[in-house]
């Protein structure tokens, strides 16, 4: 095989948050993902962002220094082989986690898609080449903090700085080339600037209305979790459907 011909690749989406389950993302992942093709899989994520469309109530964030949670894998439905490929489908995840978002965007001023690469393979040079040229034309791109003990989440060449993930079944690392994922901005407060504890989170569920309590309940129950599920249960009303 020449040098210059596609190399095929596989590649998935991690997914720590309401693109597994969102009624609004149906069609992409509908048109997008093999959602036959599904893994449970170690993360570290944890509840740490603010977030305004969902009543002030907190979502999840990566962390790098977090105990780990488990989120989902699920494999992309078509073929990357090519920069075009990758950048196309990253596109239509960005699209997909901001509706609003204008065509051919992969970030904003409070998250960005991000690329995370199996550390035992190494990708094509020319397709890590585009990716980073890519993310250097996108305005705001990489704005996702971390607490200063954590170091930096995201590269300037648009790589991931986490853990290559691994099945919680079996612990065998993810059996692909390349990830794609959405990142978020934590929201971090006071000096140093440090995450929400789960009395912050929990009192800000409780104080909401009820409906929004639901993005940390259907986490649960597709088996997307954190470190501080439980202390976040102990505190939080009943669910409105398991009241008697």
């Not at 997008?32 to 994520?45: E, H, Q, S, Y």
């Not at 699920?74 to 509706?99: D, F, G, P, R, Y």
């Not at 209305?209 to 129950?221: L, P, T, V």
Request: glycine share 6%.
């Amino acid at each position: 095989m020449k040098t210059s011909e596609p190399v095929p690749l596989s590649v998935g989406i991690l997914i720590i948050g309401s693109l597994l389950w969102d009624e609004r993302r149906q069609s992409w992942r509908k048109a997008r993902l093999n959602m036959g093709a599904m893994d449970t899989v170690t993360a570290p994520i944890r509840y740490g962002r603010l977030s305004s469309s969902r009543g002030d109530t907190y979502t999840m964030v990566f962390s790098r220094l977090c105990k780990t949670g488990q989120a989902k894998l699920v494999h992309c439905s078509h073929s990357v082989s090519t920069a075009e490929n990758l950048i196309a489908e990253a596109e239509h995840l960005w699209k997909a986690e901001q509706s609003g978002a204008k065509a051919h965007r992969i970030a904003s001023e409070w998250g960005c898609v991000a690329l995370l690469g199996h550390p035992k393979r190494k990708p094509p040079e020319i397709l890590l080449n585009a990716w980073a040229k890519r993310v250097a034309q996108e305005p705001d791109y990489g704005n996702v903090s971390q607490m200063a003990d954590e170091g930096e989440l995201i590269s300037p060449e648009g790589m991931l700085r986490i853990d290559w993930p691994r099945c919680v079944a079996g612990g065998a690392p993810v059996d692909l080339d390349l990830l794609l994922v959405t990142a978020n901005d934590p929201t971090l407060t006071g000096t140093p600037p440090s995450y929400a504890t789960v009395e912050t989170i929990v009192n800000a569920w409780n104080s909401a209305a009820q409906e929004h309590a639901e993005y940390f309940w259907k986490n649960i129950d597709h088996g997307i979790t954190t470190f501080q599920d439980d202390e976040i249960r102990a505190g939080l009303r009943p669910r409105q459907q398991e009241r008697a």
